[in-house]
């Protein structure tokens, strides 16, 4: 079935709440965003107020679509992790447990050391740190069981404006791969167990494969705007969504996301859980293919916290990379600056960031410098782990940059290929639409993905990179033996 009009991609981000309009050709044709705030009430805890993402969602629709009953579908992505909480309507009971937060850092301390998370992983292949959906459950469980008996549903972000829009309670195979899935896209009963939490498996959405598919129903009419009947799909969320959308098909390939997160994925063919446990296996709803996911905890967020220590604004930026040479005058930098600690491609709550080589010769732009090759660096040691060996696509608000992007080209080298405008929406009408109407309802993949421009390595620069990333690994492997533990 050949779904006929214009095409509305619903991006629901960390911190900002995207739409973007297509045609059926793929051309992008407006976009709408606008920001969400994190609340923090109390030390190393980050939430979100759900309501004011429906908000956003209703005022932004009304200036993108000014005819809504032109939409011929609806596709919501958004952000992984942390813990909605919500009623039979999608309304939440509490707010939004984020994905940044830090709260149960001592729940996976003890279940690294009993056994437990590396167990869970042996199992699906998908580690957990503090802001995953299993110990954040497990912190309600023990602090807040009021709060679970309001709730319907401990789901995800994507899943709360799905239910609010369709009245339908789902979630997609990418979401329920996390912390919970099985190798077949659902939830796995030994998983829930060893994490304490087989007696709240009923807050758990049932997965829908491909992808649940809804239509906008009255309640969900009157919430947000859209024409009730007009159909509406849930997911992937934003990881794969967006390696959908950046054009990565064949095993191999592989995306990065210069974004908040600096997110690393490949196209793989099969779960691999052995070795160290890191990363994650993400069910595409497609059999005999995963997303090998190593997303690292903190992206463009340490630039912005770079730039602001010193006094720097984005603007600067790429005059910063062009006046200073490959090494940053002898300055390095471990870039884990989440308060959380790090995900990928090693998991430790209690990683930090360090910063070495200064003297009183060192500039600010050697500091900000260094960290641009950190993170670089990290790419590179994620993508390596998640396998890597075909092309590779790069997306996120880092891409503005062409000389961080230079960076990375000659840190990684090769070439690498950056991907065309909201990249997450783009995959998650992709998506839909396959899911909704079956092959023949499917776009031309390669047109509506297409490369934007193609940056290659510096060779001299690349040569460099290789020596400096052996210092890398080698001040990592000091480092984590010194990060503090975090009590109970």
């Not at 005819?67 to 309304?91: E, F, K, M, N, Y």
């Not at 604004?313 to 600690?341: K, Q």
Request: charged letters at 20%; a negative charge; glycine letters at 12%.
């Amino acid at each position: 079935m050949r779904l006929t009009g214009r095409y509305l991609g619903i991006d629901l981000g960390t911190s900002v709440a995207k739409l973007a309009l297509f045609t059926e050709c793929g051309d992008l044709v407006a976009t709408a965003a606008r920001s969400v705030p994190l609340e923090h009430p109390a030390p190393g805890r980050v939430e979100q107020d759900a309501s004011l993402i429906v908000d956003a969602v209703r005022d932004l629709g009304r200036e993108l679509c000014p005819d809504p009953d032109a939409l011929a579908l609806v596709a919501i992505t958004g952000q992984g992790d942390g813990c909605w909480l919500t009623d039979r309507s999608g309304h939440p009971v509490r707010p939004a447990i984020s994905w940044l937060d830090g709260r149960a850092a001592g729940i996976l301390a003890d279940w690294n050391r009993a056994g437990i998370a590396e167990a869970v992983y042996r199992i699906n292949g998908n580690t957990m740190f503090p802001g995953a959906l299993g110990p954040l459950l497990y912190w309600l469980d023990e602090h807040e069981p009021a709060s679970l008996a309001r709730a319907e549903t401990a789901g995800y972000c994507k899943d709360m404006l799905f239910t609010r829009l369709t009245g339908d309670r789902a979630t997609d195979p990418s979401d329920s791969s996390l912390p919970f899935g099985d190798h077949a896209g659902g939830y796995s009963a030994e998983a829930l167990d060893l994490c304490g939490l087989a007696h709240r498996a009923d807050l758990l959405a049932p997965v829908v494969t491909p992808l649940p598919v809804g239509t906008v129903h009255p309640a969900g009419a009157a919430a947000v705007g859209l024409p009730a009947g007009t159909p509406v799909t849930n997911g992937p969320f934003d990881l794969p969504a967006c390696a959908i959308g950046g054009g990565v098909r064949e095993p191999g390939d592989g995306l990065l996301t210069l974004g908040t997160t600096l997110a690393c994925q490949v196209l793989v063919e099969s779960v691999d859980a052995a070795g160290e446990p890191a990363g994650m296996h993400l069910a595409t709803g497609t059999p005999g293919r995963w997303l090998r996911a190593m997303p690292a905890m903190v992206g463009t967020a340490s630039l912005d916290w770079a730039l602001n220590l010193v006094g720097l604004s984005h603007a600067d930026l790429d005059g910063v990379l062009r006046s200073t040479e490959p090494g940053a005058h002898g300055v390095e930098m471990l870039p884990y600056l989440a308060p959380s600690g790090e995900r990928a491609p090693f998991v430790d709550p209690a990683a930090r960031g360090q910063l070495t080589g200064i003297s009183l010769t060192t500039t600010r732009e050697d500091l900000v410098r260094a960290l641009c090759e950190g993170l670089a660096f990290a790419a590179r040691q994620c993508l390596t782990a998640a396998g890597l060996d075909g092309r590779l696509v790069v997306c996120g608000g880092g891409t503005r940059s062409l000389p961080w992007l230079e960076i990375f080209a000659s840190v990684l080298g090769r070439p690498i290929e950056v991907a065309g405008a909201e990249v997450g929406a783009r995959g998650a009408i992709l998506a839909g639409l396959a899911a909704v109407g079956g092959a023949e309802a499917t776009p031309d993949t390669k047109t509506w993905t297409a490369p934007v421009r193609v940056v290659d390595p510096d060779p001299t620069a690349a040569r460099h990179y290789e020596y400096a990333y052996q210092r890398y690994l080698a001040h990592q492997s000091a480092a984590r033996s010194l990060w503090p533990r975090p009590p109970r």
